[in-house]
Every structure is written in C-alpha cells, then in structure tokens.
C-alpha cells in the first residue's frame, strides 16, 4: 500500500527538509519508525545513520529503510570502532563479582559506620562502580558514580565507602583495556565507553536516533558532538521514559531543535485513547492522543484470559506466574526467569542460615533480618511484597514454576513487566493488582478520609506503557483505582 502521511507527518517531512534539528514525540502506537522511514525516502540524495534501541529493531529497520540510510544500534557502531579488539574477552565465562574482587585485591570485611561489608559486597560495588561510570558522559572515573548502598544512608557514610571503593574500580577499568585477557568480563557497554572518549564522527547528513526518551548519557554526548556538521532528528515518546533507574534520561525535553508530534495512533481505536490520556496527563506529557476510528478497542473488565497479564514488579510477575501455572495454563515470563530464580535462591540461602551474594539481598544475614528490615524500615518497603511471596509459597516452589515456564510461542498466555513489555503490543490484555495506588498522606477530606498522596509522575509514565499495549480489548483492572483517586482527570483526557 502507499504510504498516506498525516498531516503531523507532512509537517515532518517540511521540518527535514529544512535541514534543521528536530525532536518529533511519537505517542504510542503513532507510526515512529514508519515516518523515519518516510523521511528518509523523501530525501534519497542525502545520506544519513539511523541509531536504533537494540539490534532486532535496527535489522528491521534496515529492510526497511532506503539503502542510503546506515541502520545500526550505538553498540555496533562501536565494535566495528574498536569492540571488535576485545571480542576473545566478550567470549570468555562468568566469573562471580567476588571472584574478579579477590583478584582485584577486596579480599577482607570492611565496616563503614554500623554495616559490616563482606568482601563480595565491596567487590560488586566497585563492579557496579565502573558500571555507572560507563553509563555517564563523563571522561573521568570519580567517587560519585559509587553506587549506594542499603543500610549506608548517612552521607559521610557513603563518602567513606566511596573513598574505599573507588581505587578497586580504577583499577578494573584498567584491567578491561587489555584486549587480550584480564580479571573481570568484558561488557559490551565497555568498549561503548572507549569509543565514545574517542569522540567519534559520524558521518552523513543527518543522523535519526530512536527511542530518544531512554538514551542513557554516553550515547546522548555520543549524538549531541554531532549537531555542528549533522541534522539530528530525535524520536520518541517522554511519557515512556521509564528507564530513568538505571540511567536512562529524556534528551528530547531540553533538545535545541523544532519540536513537533505524532499523535494519531493507528495501533487502538478512539476508547483506549481515552484511557491512555488519562495517564498522559498524569505523567505531565506534551502530548494527547487520539485513536483510529476504524479500530474497535474496547476497555473494560472481562472474564477469561487475557493473552499478556502486565505487571508492575518482578515479584507480581511472579505471584501471576505461580497462579496461571497452578490452574495448569502454559505460561510464559518474558525475558525468562532468571531473576526470579536468583531471588528465590537468595532467599533459600538466608533461610538455611547461609549468606547471599544477591545485589539486593546481600546486606541481610539472616531470612528473619530480612523481614524485620521489610516490614519496619521505609527504605525497605519495596521488599515486602517479596517477603511475603516467600513466606507463603517458600522458595522452592518458586523455583519449581520458574522451570516450569514455556516459551511464548507454546505459551497459552504470557505474562511481563510493564518494563519488558515496552515496545510491544498484543490483542488483549490485562492489567495486575501490583500497580497499586499512591499512600495515604497525613491529610483527610471533610468527611474525615485521608487523602491519598498524588501520582508519581513516573508511576503514571509506567502505567501510560501498560495500558498502550493492547490492540482490541484493554482489561485495567489493576489500575481501576484512579477513577476514586484526587488526581483523575475531570474530563476524559481529550
């Protein structure tokens, strides 16, 4: 079929033209890569670069894109720089953080104010370290890419640790420059951080960067040294920002360019588009969108299954898991249960009395120091959901259904995080209980009800990814709390 732009579209393909730099927010389901795509073919005389999220959506990309356009993710534009020097260290085996710290020299305990430190702590620190600094737009290694830790609140506390951590992790950063063998493992995010101190040049005359809103600070300082000698076109959508833990930030918010939108989605009808209104304005977003008439999406609450379940957490995942699995349903976990497995086993160790190594886990010495710490600490409140999961199932049956777990392709229905489940989109699906609502505050109303807190904006983004997945049939059951909440929209969202 031919391509019929909109009328956002055409506005688009006029700002290109132009050669000046543009930000487009592309709402969900609007046709982002397709109008990439058009653009690109408008122009077929200028060459340019389109830098894509991951490596399935750059392949795509590439059968689609006229041949005048370089369709690669930053990742593989930096093994072809200089990643592909170290590709004998990509290759090598695991070795447990602890390990590459023994060999780093973190070998002994170490106490910084009340919390005592085992070795395997500390060397995940400094790993984690270089990690962060790997992430970041800076040119030097310094004490505040070390992570925090829980339990180490007090700032001098943390300086202390930094101050210990700090000389480990420059001494792995140096370790991961010797292509030919060394202690830790090789990542691909290290030779992206090489290449990008190179302040590498990218050629062409104009370079399309993909899911702008998620770009972590290396690939933004990557693309921006860019702006003098190439028109830069960012694409993406601020209210699915939603990596922003991990070091992710939104480039389009304060990106010098012409500022235009995409927000007619073709993907669900006009009631769905209501709904993920709703959310848009919660999260504060530049946009509204509208959905295609012709496509007959229905929201409401519906018995039987749906064909995703999308969660807000790992641990709801896994208490639908457990649930789909016990009523003998195919399921399926996207991205695999290897997270969950390593947690279950955690807690399997501190329950027999052993020590973890888990990241999140390894600071408790004991299961009961855990649930103490869950269940009467604020800073430890995200982990009695966890708890509770295990106190109720125990770990080894969280285990057994991690085993039992199907690919999607045999699965009857599949279940995700909201997080894993960006990008894609399926006919039906149904919201879980995990999204739960905001707390009450220490205000009440003038019947005498507390007040619940407002909607974090960044919960309201997560959930604005939730309810866009679905095509025909949107059960939001889970999130069915807004419609009593202070903070809902009078009006539908239009």
């Given at each position: 079929?031919?391509?019929?732009?909109?009328?956002?579209?055409?506005?688009?393909?006029?700002?290109?033209?132009?050669?000046?730099?543009?930000?487009?927010?592309?709402?969900?389901?609007?046709?982002?890569?397709?109008?990439?795509?058009?653009?690109?073919?408008?122009?077929?005389?200028?060459?340019?670069?389109?830098?894509?999220?991951?490596?399935?959506?750059?392949?795509?990309?590439?059968?689609r894109f006229p041949s005048?356009?370089?369709?690669?993710?930053?990742?593989?534009?930096?093994?072809?720089?200089?990643?592909?020097?170290?590709?004998?260290?990509?290759?090598?085996?695991?070795?447990?953080?602890?390990?590459?710290?023994?060999?780093?020299?973190?070998?002994?305990?170490?106490?910084?104010?009340?919390?005592?430190?085992?070795?395997?702590?500390?060397?995940?620190?400094?790993?984690?370290?270089?990690?962060?600094?790997?992430?970041?737009?800076?040119?030097?290694?310094?004490?505040?890419?070390?992570?925090?830790?829980?339990?180490?609140?007090?700032?001098?506390?943390?300086?202390?640790?930094?101050?210990?951590?700090?000389?480990?992790?420059?001494?792995?950063?140096?370790?991961?420059?010797?292509?030919?063998?060394?202690?830790?493992?090789?990542?691909?995010?290290?030779?992206?951080?090489?290449?990008?101190?190179?302040?590498?040049?990218?050629?062409?005359?104009?370079?399309?960067?993909?899911?702008?809103?998620?770009?972590?600070?290396?690939?933004?300082?990557?693309?921006?040294?860019?702006?003098?000698?190439?028109?830069?076109?960012?694409?993406?959508?601020s209210a699915q920002a939603?990596?922003?833990?991990?070091?992710?930030?939104?480039?389009?918010?304060?990106?010098?360019?012409?500022?235009?939108?995409?927000?007619?989605?073709?993907?669900?009808?006009?009631?769905?588009?209501?709904?993920?209104?709703?959310?848009?304005?919660?999260?504060?977003?530049?946009?509204?969108?509208?959905?295609?008439?012709?496509?007959?999406?229905?929201?409401?609450?519906?018995?039987?299954?749906?064909?995703?379940?999308?969660?807000?957490?790992?641990?709801?995942?896994?208490?639908?898991?457990?649930?789909?699995?016990?009523?003998?349903?195919?399921?399926?976990?996207?991205?695999?249960?290897?997270?969950?497995?390593?947690?279950?086993?955690?807690?399997?160790?501190?329950?027999?009395?052993?020590?973890?190594?888990?990241?999140?886990?390894?600071?408790?010495?004991?299961?009961?120091?855990?649930?103490?710490?869950?269940?009467?600490?604020?800073?430890g409140s995200d982990l009695?959901?966890?708890?509770?999961?295990?106190?109720?199932?125990?770990?080894?049956?969280?285990?057994?259904?991690?085993?039992?777990?199907?690919?999607?392709?045999?699965?009857?229905?599949?279940?995700?995080?909201?997080?894993?489940?960006?990008?894609?989109?399926?006919?039906?699906?149904?919201?879980?209980?995990?999204?739960?609502?905001?707390?009450?505050?220490?205000?009440?109303?003038?019947?005498?009800?507390?007040?619940?807190?407002?909607?974090?904006?960044?919960?309201?983004?997560?959930?604005?990814?939730?309810?866009?997945?679905?095509?025909?049939?949107?059960?939001?059951?889970?999130?069915?709390?807004?419609?009593?909440?202070?903070?809902?929209?009078?009006?539908?969202?239009?």
């Amino acid at each position: 079929m031919p391509f019929s732009p909109t009328d956002e579209q055409a506005a688009a393909l006029e700002a290109f033209r132009s050669g000046g730099h543009l930000a487009i927010q592309a709402g969900a389901g609007t046709g982002k890569t397709s109008t990439l795509e058009f653009l690109a073919a408008q122009m077929p005389r200028r060459r340019g670069r389109y830098v894509a999220f991951n490596r399935a959506i750059a392949v795509d990309a590439s059968a689609r894109f006229p041949s005048s356009v370089q369709c690669k993710t930053a990742h593989s534009l930096a093994y072809a720089a200089l990643g592909h020097l170290y590709r004998g260290r990509l290759n090598s085996p695991r070795r447990p953080g602890w390990r590459i710290g023994q060999d780093l020299g973190l070998s002994t305990p170490a106490q910084i104010g009340r919390v005592g430190l085992m070795p395997a702590t500390l060397s995940n620190a400094a790993l984690r370290t270089v990690t962060r600094f790997c992430q970041s737009a800076d040119a030097e290694l310094g004490h505040h890419h070390v992570p925090h830790l829980r339990g180490i609140d007090d700032p001098d506390d943390h300086a202390e640790l930094a101050e210990l951590i700090l000389p480990y992790a420059l001494k792995a950063w140096a370790d991961l420059h010797d292509p030919h063998g060394g202690t830790g493992r090789f990542e691909h995010d290290h030779y992206l951080k090489m290449w990008a101190l190179t302040e590498p040049v990218l050629p062409g005359d104009f370079l399309l960067l993909d899911e702008a809103q998620d770009t972590n600070p290396v690939l933004e300082q990557i693309v921006l040294a860019q702006s003098e000698r190439t028109q830069i076109v960012m694409v993406g959508d601020s209210a699915q920002a939603i990596y922003g833990w991990r070091g992710a930030r939104d480039v389009m918010a304060r990106f010098d360019g012409q500022h235009l939108t995409l927000t007619r989605s073709f993907r669900f009808g006009p009631a769905l588009a209501v709904e993920a209104n709703r959310w848009l304005t919660l999260a504060g977003a530049p946009i509204r969108l509208t959905g295609t008439p012709g496509i007959p999406t229905t929201v409401g609450s519906r018995a039987g299954r749906a064909d995703v379940v999308l969660c807000r957490t790992n641990i709801g995942a896994m208490t639908e898991v457990l649930t789909l699995i016990a009523s003998g349903a195919a399921t399926d976990l996207v991205g695999g249960g290897d997270s969950l497995r390593a947690l279950a086993s955690a807690a399997r160790d501190l329950i027999q009395g052993r020590r973890t190594h888990h990241p999140e886990l390894v600071l408790f010495t004991t299961w009961n120091a855990l649930r103490d710490y869950a269940e009467h600490d604020p800073a430890g409140s995200d982990l009695q959901p966890f708890a509770n999961l295990i106190d109720e199932h125990g770990p080894d049956a969280i285990l057994q259904a991690v085993d039992r777990l199907v690919p999607e392709t045999a699965a009857e229905i599949t279940v995700s995080t909201a997080h894993k489940a960006k990008g894609r989109e399926w006919p039906q699906v149904r919201i879980a209980p995990d999204f739960t609502p905001p707390a009450d505050s220490d205000e009440v109303d003038a019947q005498g009800h507390p007040i619940p807190r407002p909607v974090d904006e960044a919960e309201a983004r997560l959930a604005y990814v939730a309810v866009t997945r679905a095509r025909h049939h949107l059960d939001p059951t889970g999130l069915d709390w807004i419609s009593q909440h202070p903070d809902n929209p009078a009006c539908g969202g239009t």
